[in-house]
């Protein structure tokens, strides 16, 4: 019996495996929180350049004289600058523009990125995301301002 409680004691009160337990415990969730930083920061990062393009090719329009030359030139400068905005693809992306209905003398702008091939799909599939479509609209006033 004694010998039992000896063995028991010296168990207990060794702690050479303490830091490979402490270890197996943490290691899981660091690695979730480092991977969803990670994750979420290529999403938040794709967003902004969607936002940021749809702003830029708006900025574009307002040489336009109407409808037509503006739509061309939406698209004419999307598809120039796509490749400086970090993850976007030209063939992932849909423009729509159109003059206002709501208010009088508006463009409007709406990109769309469809995002089904960002690696946050695969990094950190296990996480909440939002919507694979992201999207970006921008209004801007036919001719600049006080046109």
């Known amino acids: 019996m004694c010998y039992i409680r000896y063995i028991c004691q010296k168990f207990f009160r060794s702690s050479g495996g303490a830091a490979a337990v402490e270890f197996a415990i943490v290691a899981p969730v660091f690695l979730m929180m480092i991977l969803g930083m990670l994750s979420g920061g290529i999403y938040l990062g794709a967003v902004h350049s969607v936002r940021q393009l749809t702003s830029d090719v708006a900025r574009a329009t307002i040489a336009g004289a109407d409808e037509a030359e503006r739509t061309y030139i939406a698209k004419a400068y999307m598809k120039a600058n796509v ?11 849909k423009i729509i523009v159109n003059d206002s209905d709501a208010v009088a003398n508006q463009f409007n702008v709406e990109i769309i990125f469809y995002a089904d091939e960002l690696p946050v799909w695969n990094i950190a599939g296990f996480l909440p995301f939002p919507t694979r479509e992201i999207k970006g609209r921008a209004s801007i006033q036919n001719g600049g301002f006080g046109a």
Do not use: A
């Open 83 to 93: 490749g400086s905005y970090v993850f976007l693809r030209s063939d992932k992306l």
